[in-house]
């Protein structure tokens, strides 16, 4: 069984990517993002109060990104391996993560990050928020907020995964299929 972090910054291309990795490695897919989408939508507690953290460009506190994490993960107890996308944010979440795969028996098989450059980020974000709707994509404060709170907050969750050789670099730049290809073979030699 492999769990695979899919880290790096908001535009990174982790969403885009992980349909791929789903489809070629058999993984269920763990979107931070398509979990909060999924809980505002149907209203429930925990996305109301994640909602008015995503609307200002603000990082979902971590106890409740961990609970709504953990009820899609025990939803899966015979799963081939895990993709998480857009979790661990913090170090806090990292360890929780850790921990809880760690009662299973569990662990985390890699990190790998998407490295791309700030000004690619931000285009990248105003040209889906054009076609998406999402008010975060289309406002450059609100961008420009989530990428000063990435390399705050979220930027150090790397190093965790660093210290124990966990982390793989990746370049985010070139086409959807050359990072693809670069993701893939990262994968298949774990």
Do not use: C, W
């Amino acid at each position: 069984m492999k769990n695979i972090i899919l880290f790096g910054p908001p535009g990174a291309g982790k969403g885009t990517q992980s349909e791929f990795l789903v489809e070629e490695f058999g993984f269920v897919h763990l979107s931070t993002g398509d979990i909060f989408r999924y809980n505002i939508s149907n209203q429930t507690e925990l996305g109301i109060l994640a909602k008015k953290f995503m609307d200002e460009g603000r990082l979902v506190p971590d106890s409740v990104t961990i609970d709504m994490l953990s009820l899609e993960l025990l939803k899966y107890p015979n799963s081939e391996g895990f993709l998480f996308d857009g979790f661990p944010r913090t170090k806090d979440q990292a360890n929780a993560l850790d921990s809880f795969l760690g009662e299973r028996n569990l662990e985390i098989t890699a990190m790998i990050g998407l490295e791309v450059p700030d000004e690619d980020l931000r285009l990248r974000l105003l040209e889906r928020g054009k076609v998406s709707g999402r008010p975060d994509d289309a406002n450059i404060e609100v961008i420009q907020k989530r990428l000063d709170t990435y390399y705050n907050e979220t930027a150090v969750v790397k190093n965790h995964y660093e210290e124990v050789g966990k982390y793989i670099s990746i370049n985010g730049l070139g086409t959807i299929e050359q990072i693809s290809i670069a993701l893939k073979s990262e994968i298949g030699h774990l």
